[in-house]
T-cell receptor, first 112, second 111 residues
Framework: NAGVTQTPKFQVLKTGQSMTLQCAQD?????MYWYRQDPGMGLRLIYY???????DKGEVPNGYNVSRLNKREFSLRLESAAPSQTSVYFC???????????FGSGTRLTVV | GESVGLHLPTLSVQEGDNSIINCAYS??????FIWYKQESGKGPQFIID?????DKRQGQRVTVLLNKTVKHLSLQIAATQPGDSAVYFC??????????FGKGTMLLVSP
């Protein structure tokens, strides 16, 4: 089992550029999440999808959009990247809400 | 490697010592608690969890203690090894909401 797969692993963007971070899980999990991790800030929730067909905002949604493409895939889009979005982004999934999450290995994004 | 460890509380121990990592949570309604381990360049990895109807739970070399009165969680690692060096996060959850993470503690184990 691959678990949670994130692509790309590294990305450098110029301010104003757009990009989509991809996430796929092969565990038949219902819920999926996007977090960002900044030094000294822990992990902060950007958006989540409790089940296929639904998405909700988390703690820090501004500047991002998401798409739950199907049960396996949950993408995060930056429409106009800003230096403040330089971070490490983690996708996670869980079989049911109220259970522990399985995390991907992260996407390290730098916006210059 | 990534700079996730900057400005984090750090616990330095010798190999073979027992380690205790502490965490305070703020939501008195949280009913599920998890400890994650994050090694440099990797995503968080589940270590152990505990429900609010328990005070203590043991795993392999790890024990989690929950004190709901003071909203405190601790992770005890027995016979700490160099491979235990990582950043440790606690997380809590209320019902079917989303996990809220603490800011993390870096554990450094010297041989």
């Amino acid at each position: 089992n691959a678990g949670v797969t994130q692509t790309p692993k590294f990305q450098v963007l110029k301010t104003g550029q757009s990009m989509t971070l991809q996430c796929a899980q092969d565990m038949n999990h219902n819920s999926m999440y996007w977090y960002r991790q900044d030094p000294g800030m822990g992990l902060r929730l950007i958006y989540y999808s409790a089940s296929e067909g639904t998405t909700d905002k988390g703690e820090v949604p501004n500047g991002y959009n998401v798409s739950r493409l199907n049960k396996r895939e949950f993408s995060l889009r930056l429409e106009s990247a800003a230096p403040s979005q330089t971070s490490v982004y983690f996708c996670a999934s869980t079989i049911d809400r109220g259970r522990s999450y399985t995390f991907g290995s992260g996407t390290r994004l730098t916006v210059v | 490697g990534e700079s996730v460890g900057l400005h984090l509380p750090t616990l330095s121990v010798q190999e073979g010592d027992n380690s205790i990592i502490n965490c305070a949570y703020s939501n008195s309604a949280s009913d599920y608690f998890i400890w994650y381990k994050q090694e440099s360049g990797k995503g968080p990895q589940f270590i152990i969890d505990i429900r609010s109807n328990m005070d203590k739970r043991q795993g392999q070399r790890v024990t989690v203690l929950l004190n709901k009165t003071v909203k405190h969680l601790s992770l005890q690692i027995a016979a700490t090894q160099p491979g235990d060096s990582a950043v440790y996060f606690c997380a809590d959850l209320e019902g079917y909401s989303t996990l809220t993470f603490g800011k993390g503690t870096m554990l450094l184990v010297s041989p």
